[in-house]
């Protein structure tokens, strides 16, 4: 198999990502909906929450369906419908039920569908490497509204918002598509050309199989789980307020504010490839404990923050701390319970960002409605990831429990093996 194959579909998968990725510009179309059809701001950003909220779910989904179907069909299917979600939110003055139905639904199936293939696949051509290649992957991602965001709102200037939803739509769905037809699984017991594990490496990883109902048995899965939800809370209660945040801290003026958001936004990609690589370096376990212990600092540094410039390279750093725990986790997830069955393990793990995606911004809200200052959710960060600190410190990878049946300890049960 050539070298040259893997770095290929690694590219697809990047392409792929950055185009789901576009999602986390959400925040461009938002005013210019509610002034055009007067609609409160909390309901125009209900339907981000509820397109992240399915991506989870179907995240899930789309790893069984992988294993039955292959990457390729989930992919392609997820990059069509997640371009098929925008176009249709063209037709938003039907209201806002349609735009939950088509950006939301629609568009978070898609999101779920494709984000979650590159993540496997790449475990699978890359066990050299799993850190880098899941960071460089997710860091596409992260990297899609650098992209989005300019050209939306040249487009939303220049035609309006709905037809820039119908042009964007038509780019990522063929974009999504076609990134998505190169995905394929390596040949079984792939390995690279003359390499093997290393002893070091070897004990930190399983040689065992887990499916995803094994793994549910374990705390570890939950623990995992848990860590994915603290990291992804703090980052995101930031994200979806940075710019009043920005201004309250500093002042500035709402351009600035806004430009500070894009420098910060950097940060995301950034974090999800650099955090990624140090977690071959240093372990996974190692890296949440660094990643919680660094955010204590930061989000106390935060609101001493004067300065415009000095308050963005804060929240850049926020930001490759949130980005970090997506490009860390999936090599987490296959270290501990192997690369078999990790579209459906990381999959249902994924719902994790979606229920923090609902209750930070949530938290930071509530917070800030009562007190008029978003000092005190940015105190209360601090707390939250001091305490987060203490969690990977007890992580140990699970011990598979053997069985009585030896059918069952050589075929481990996978729900996705089940008949629908």
């Not at 185009?19 to 510009?25: D, I, K, Q």
């Not at 076609?178 to 690279?192: E, T, V, W, Y």
């Not at 140990?396 to 429990?401: D, G, K, M």
Request: overall charge positive.
């Amino acid at each position: 198999m050539s070298a040259l194959t893997r770095w290929k579909i690694a590219a697809a998968g990047f392409l792929l990502q950055m185009t789901l990725g576009s999602v986390y510009a959400w925040s461009v179309f938002k005013a210019p909906l509610t002034a055009r059809f007067h609609w409160a701001s909390p309901d125009v950003t209900f339907a981000f929450t509820v397109a992240i909220f399915i991506l989870g779910l179907a995240a899930f989904a789309g790893g069984f369906w992988m294993k039955r179907v292959g990457p390729r069909v989930v992919a392609t299917l997820g990059g069509f419908l997640y371009g098929l979600g925008v176009f249709l939110a063209s037709f938003s003055s039907h209201g806002l039920g349609w735009l939950y139905l088509t950006f939301g639904l629609i568009g978070g199936v898609g999101l779920g569908f494709g984000y979650i293939v590159p993540v496997a696949v790449l475990l699978r051509w890359f066990p050299d490497r799993r850190g880098f290649i899941t960071g460089l992957a997710v860091c596409g991602f992260g990297a899609g509204a650098l992209v989005t965001a300019p050209l939306a709102e040249q487009l939303i200037l220049d035609f309006g918002v709905l037809h820039a939803f119908a042009l964007l739509g038509l780019g990522f769905l063929i974009l999504g598509s076609l990134s998505g037809s190169q995905l394929a699984d390596p040949p079984a017991h792939f390995r690279p050309a003359g390499w093997s594990p290393s002893p070091q490496l070897a004990r930190q990883r399983t040689s065992h199989p887990w499916a995803l109902y094994d793994a549910l048995a374990t705390w570890q899965w939950w623990a995992l789980w848990l860590l994915l939800f603290l990291n992804t809370t703090a980052g995101i209660s930031l994200i979806s307020e940075e710019a009043p945040v920005f201004a309250e801290l500093t002042h500035a003026t709402a351009l600035i504010a806004a430009t500070m958001v894009g420098i910060a936004s950097i940060g995301n990609a950034a974090g999800r490839f650099f955090w990624a690589g140090v977690s071959d370096l240093i372990t996974r376990r190692w890296t949440f404990v660094l990643l919680f212990a660094v955010q204590i600092l930061l989000f106390w540094l935060l609101p001493h923050a004067a300065s415009p410039w000095s308050v963005a390279l804060v929240a850049f750093l926020i930001l490759m701390c949130y980005g970090g725990g997506f490009g860390t986790m999936p090599a987490f997830a296959a270290d501990y319970f192997g690369d078999t069955h990790v579209g459906s393990i990381y999959g249902l793990m994924l719902t994790a960002w979606g229920t923090a995606s609902a209750f930070g911004p949530m938290l930071t809200a509530t917070l800030h409605d009562r007190s008029g200052s978003y000092r005190g959710s940015l105190r209360l960060m601090v707390m939250l990831m001091a305490v987060s600190t203490l969690l990977p410190l007890l992580l140990r990878a699970p011990v598979p429990r053997q069985s009585a049946n030896p059918r069952r300890a050589a075929q481990p049960l996978d729900i996705s093996d089940i008949d629908l």
